[in-house]
């Protein structure tokens, strides 16, 4: 398998940079696909595929879960689309990256209930090989911790719900296992915590296994956690795990859609009420107020400012986009490609440690950066 790079034939103003302590060489912009069988239909989905790739991104992201919200019946759906897009595609010149289940979470209509054991990771890889169409995954995440951290919302840690779990020493074993079957060239993580990613690396380095290449968490204006323990773990001269963000919209919300108590129609918000709805409550909606007169003041969309921000931030490898439609795609897209944001984001780092207004409310760490 040879080394994904980028085609020398996409443009030249893009930033691509090597994942982690790997080979692999992708674009600042990886393209996340969640809404591939529930939200767009296969033309949709490789439509969008095939603009993203031809405006330079050779990144893909995906997860045998997928379409979200979740259900029995569409489950692998996304995979599926992608699948048939991908045979059409040079293989080697793209980077795709999907996730396998972590425990439960009440997804029984996987394996039973997945946990990441012997048993499920072989199965999982076998059928997320099928779905794609391909004999190797580029980058194998696992989707969320086998053992109990507070996910998806949830921000404090509760001692009482600590459970058994598969040790993390067999977790590697397992994952080290795909790679000596050729069938995944790199592993990595996904909504994982400090402690998880120390202990994944020591690990590793102790056993002779696998090291993990990245970690993908959400990251936005509205939820910053990662920017505490989670930075300087993962940072170059520790363990050197960057970040792929997701969710760096906050599900939609920091393209400013919903301010004003707003929900347009066929929004994610009026399609799927429950979904990320810590990013629709009155704090966040508050913050995101505050956040469009900055980027008003700066002659910028909400998105620009958004997006812009994630791309300055220095232990982000790549920034997970997710569109429904090109005018989505293009407008995302377009951020990369120009530095207006930088004064913004040097103002906004400088004065972190001056004037920040913090507030919790489930998971959403915010920091209003006075700007104005």
Known sequence: MATSTPDSAVRTDWKYTTLGDSQLVVSQVCLGTMTFGKQNSEQEAHQLLDYAVDQGINFIDTAELYPVPVEAETQGRTEVFIGNWLKKRARDK???????????????????????????????????LRRLQTDYIDLLQIHWPDRYVPLFGQCRYDWKQERPCVPIEEQLY??????????????????????????????????????????????????????????????????????????????GVLTGKYCGGQIPKASRFSLFPQYMKRFHSSLALEAVEQYYQVAKKYGMTLTQLALGWCKHQPFIASTIIGATNRKQLEENIQVFCKDWITEVCIRGNRR?????????????????????
């Open 94 to 128: 793209l980077v795709v990256a999907s996730k396998i289940c972590g425990a439960g979470r009440d997804i029984r209509h996987i394996r039973g209930g997945p946990r990441v054991d012997k048993r499920n990771v072989m199965e999982g890889i076998e059928g997320i």
């Open 174 to 251: 397992y994952l080290q296992m795909l790679i000596t079957q050729g069938k995944v060239r790199y592993i990595g993580l996904s909504n994982e915590t400090a402690w998880g990613v120390t202990e994944f690396v020591r690990c590793a380095r102790q056993h002779g296994l696998a090291k993990v290449i990245s970690i993908q968490n959400s990251y936005s204006l509205l939820h910053r956690e990662f920017e505490c323990a989670l930075a300087e773990v993962c940072s170059p001269s520790h363990t050197n795990v960057p970040l792929l963000a997701y969710s760096p919209l906050a599900g």
């Open 352 to 372: 972190r440690n001056q004037s920040n207004i913090y507030a919790m409310e489930g998971s959403i760490f915010i920091s209003l950066e006075l700007l104005l």
